[in-house]
């Protein structure tokens, strides 16, 4: 049976961790590609009443979140965008997270582009960067990042600059932008999890 979660997280085996983008919803894009793979999605949406509390606030519950449902070596954690961000700001609240991490175009601090005359600086925009350069950042034990070469949201040489100090695995996707095709997104889905299940199998 699936079981989507979007109030209290409430995680059981073979349920993943899921933190979309902003106004992103479990159970679409993403949470769909997970829940057609027979796992349960459970999580937090930056939609509706979590949206409007304050951002402190919103990685606390993240925080808790983690470390009351998901704090196990065989846990399973995607985030995409914005919902990456956070996570990251969990994160660095926490021990260093011992399951798995997969993040998605994440967003890593403020960003702008000339052509469209957009920016935007998220709070507490440059702690990431700072807890990183002090060597404080209490870095997840499995974590690998996607981001797209054409990416203006993320952008890729800071996201590769904030891996490369934390020790993250991070591919930069060759013509992508933020939105990652699809058809990159399921192989890299396939491969993360099948590599899950096998582990599960070995170590039971």
Same mark, same amino acid.
């Given at each position: 049976? =699936?079981? !989507?979660?979007?109030?209290?997280?409430?995680?059981?085996?073979?349920?993943?961790?899921?933190?979309?983008?902003?106004? $992103? =919803?479990? &159970?679409?894009?993403?949470?769909?590609?997970?829940?057609?793979?027979?796992?349960?999605?459970?999580?937090?949406? +930056?939609?509706?009443?979590?949206?409007?509390?304050?951002?402190? &606030? %919103?990685?606390?519950?993240?925080?808790?979140?983690?470390? +009351?449902?998901?704090?196990?070596?065989?846990?399973?954690?995607?985030?995409?965008?914005?919902?990456?961000? !956070?996570?990251?700001?969990?994160?660095?609240?926490?021990?260093?997270?011992?399951?798995?991490?997969?993040?998605?175009?994440?967003?890593?601090?403020?960003?702008? +582009?000339?052509?469209? =005359?957009?920016?935007?600086?998220?709070?507490?925009?440059?702690? @990431?960067?700072? !807890?990183? %350069?002090?060597?404080?950042?209490?870095?997840?034990?499995?974590?690998?990042?996607?981001?797209?070469?054409?990416?203006?949201?993320?952008?890729?040489?800071?996201?590769?600059? @904030?891996? $490369?100090? !934390?020790?993250?695995?991070?591919?930069?996707?060759?013509?992508?932008?933020?939105?990652?095709?699809? %058809?990159?997104?399921?192989?890299?889905?396939? =491969?993360? @999890?099948?590599?899950?299940?096998? &582990?599960?199998?070995?170590?039971?």
């Amino acid at each position: 049976m =699936r079981e !989507l979660v979007q109030g209290e997280a409430i995680v059981k085996p073979e349920t993943i961790y899921y933190l979309p983008g902003h106004g $992103g =919803r479990l &159970e679409t894009g993403l949470g769909q590609a997970l829940l057609s793979r027979g796992y349960n999605v459970s999580g937090r949406e +930056t939609i509706g009443e979590f949206r409007e509390i304050p951002f402190s &606030e %919103q990685v606390a519950i993240i925080a808790d979140d983690l470390t +009351t449902h998901c704090w196990k070596p065989e846990g399973l954690v995607i985030a995409n965008s914005f919902g990456a961000y !956070l996570f990251l700001h969990a994160q660095a609240l926490l021990k260093p997270y011992i399951g798995k991490v997969m993040l998605l175009s994440p967003i890593v601090g403020e960003f702008s +582009t000339e052509d469209t =005359r957009t920016s935007f600086v998220p709070p507490q925009s440059g702690r @990431l960067a700072q !807890l990183a %350069q002090d060597g404080t950042y209490p870095t997840p034990k499995r974590c690998e990042i996607h981001v797209g070469e054409l990416d203006w949201q993320s952008i890729p040489a800071n996201v590769v600059k @904030l891996a $490369g100090l !934390l020790g993250m695995k991070v591919t930069v996707v060759p013509g992508e932008g933020h939105m990652l095709d699809k %058809q990159y997104v399921s192989a890299v889905l396939d =491969r993360w @999890l099948d590599v899950d299940r096998s &582990e599960s199998k070995f170590m039971g």
